[in-house]
């Protein structure tokens, strides 16, 4: 997405060879009437990290722009299914922090312990939601199999938001990944008009929507469903 966004907004090279080219030049410079947005308005959004500090009671929040959310996968003692619900509560829970690995404390000028909380800030147009299959231990990568279900409409992420309001995505595609850590292969499925189509390489065919969900499911993509977020009564 860095790359795409970098070529989009680079100027043309054009070659100026006296008065006429100049003027042409100064044409082309001007912003054009119509535009699509940049790849940064359709996927950034912004996360927010809450520090509270367990002696002042001191609250600080840091902003960080996010191109896509990489959510850890629950861990099941029997292997079974967890949801994109349980993923993104574990993302968004509270982590305590002892002092060696926590910032200093800008009321106490000290470190000490306290709580760290993510949440988002603001929404992206487009959600990118990576599936955190792939752990490093000090000595092997590993990759979880574990069937993670999602929903295809209605995603609401605003329980992750900075206010108490419904925030909604549809799924419109997924991308696969299938095969161990050394040996892999990716697919994808994409959402054309009203119909789910499976990419696989050069072969396109369809799909239904009971065929979606697998343990395959690496990157999910939404797509906002309201243009403005809805307040719960």
């Given at each position: 997405?860095?790359?795409?966004?970098?070529?989009?907004?680079?100027?043309?090279?054009?070659?100026?060879?006296?008065?006429?080219?100049?003027?042409?030049?100064?044409?082309?410079?001007?912003?054009?009437?119509?535009l699509s947005p940049p790849l940064s308005d359709l996927f950034s959004g912004q996360l927010r990290s809450s520090l509270h500090c367990s002696v002042c009671s001191h609250y600080s929040n840091t902003f960080d722009v996010f191109?896509?959310?990489?959510?850890?996968?629950?861990?099941?003692?029997?292997?079974?299914?967890?949801?994109?619900?349980?993923?993104?509560?574990?993302?968004?829970?509270?982590?305590?922090?002892?002092?060696?690995?926590?910032?200093?404390?800008?009321?106490?000028?000290?470190?000490?312990?306290?709580?760290?909380?993510?949440?988002?800030?603001?929404?992206?147009?487009?959600?990118?939601?990576?599936?955190?299959?792939?752990?490093?231990?000090?000595?092997?990568?590993?990759?979880?199999?574990?069937?993670?279900?999602?929903?295809?409409?209605?995603?609401?992420l605003g329980p992750y938001g900075p206010v108490d309001c419904a925030v909604l995505y549809d799924l419109y595609a997924i991308c696969n990944h299938a095969g161990t850590v050394n040996m892999g292969h990716y697919t994808a499925?994409?959402?054309?008009?009203?119909?789910?189509?499976?990419?696989?390489?050069?072969?396109?065919?369809?799909?239904?929507?009971?065929?979606?969900?697998?343990?395959?499911?690496?990157?999910?993509?939404?797509?906002?469903?309201?243009?403005?977020?809805?307040?719960?009564?």
């Open positions: 997405l860095d790359k795409l966004h970098t070529e989009i907004n680079r100027r043309p090279y054009i070659r100026r060879t006296g008065k006429e080219s100049e003027q042409k030049y100064a044409i082309f410079r001007r912003p054009p009437v119509i191109c896509d959310l990489s959510l850890p996968i629950p861990k099941r003692s029997s292997g079974g299914e967890v949801t994109l619900r349980e993923c993104l509560d574990l993302f968004s829970q509270e982590e305590k922090l002892d002092k060696e690995n926590s910032p200093m404390c800008e009321r106490c000028n000290r470190r000490t312990e306290c709580t760290k909380r993510l949440s988002i800030q603001r929404f992206p147009q487009v959600i990118v939601i990576h599936l955190n299959r792939f752990t490093t231990s000090r000595w092997s990568i590993s990759k979880s199999t574990v069937y993670v279900s999602f929903p295809l409409t209605n995603l609401d499925c994409c959402l054309d008009e009203n119909s789910w189509c499976f990419y696989n390489d050069s072969s396109v065919t369809p799909l239904t929507e009971n065929q979606l969900q697998t343990n395959q499911a690496y990157v999910l993509f939404y797509q906002r469903s309201n243009s403005t977020a809805t307040v719960r009564k």
